[in-house]
């Protein structure tokens, strides 16, 4: 059973914008660490973003600082991908992950998030 329900994804222009949104029905996100990953064919899994649930902190890919933006609305318990000026190499399935603030990373809030949890995906194609 998925504990985290993504939407959002979709075909979009280069220089195009879409929200990602991450849901999570049967708990609070309170405290917990957030966090979108991508995976594109023949690429490996990038962490893309992250919301410490300890600090507040937060950790942008190089590839999309200055374009995207992760935020939580704490009445709604969901948290968003905000991505702008998106780039053909943005395609991807996107995944949001939780996990415990204990395990975030040593320098930033992105751990592997392997024992947390995850939602099903949601594919984001970026094409002319």
Known sequence: QVLLVESGGGLVQPGGSLRLSCAAPDFTLDFYAMAWFRRAPGKEREGV?????????????GSVKG???????????????????????DTAVYY??????????????????????????TQVTVSS
């Open 49 to 61: 973003s992250c919301l410490s649930g300890s600090d507040g902190s937060t950790y942008y890919a």
């Open 96 to 121: 949001c992950a939780t996990d415990l603030p204990e395990r975030e990373g040593k320098t930033s809030c992105l751990g592997d998030f392997s024992s947390g949890n995850w939602g099903q995906g």
């Open 67 to 89: 374009r995207f933006t992760i935020s939580r609305d704490k009445v709604e318990n969901t948290f968003y991908l905000e991505m702008n000026n998106l780039k053909p190499e």
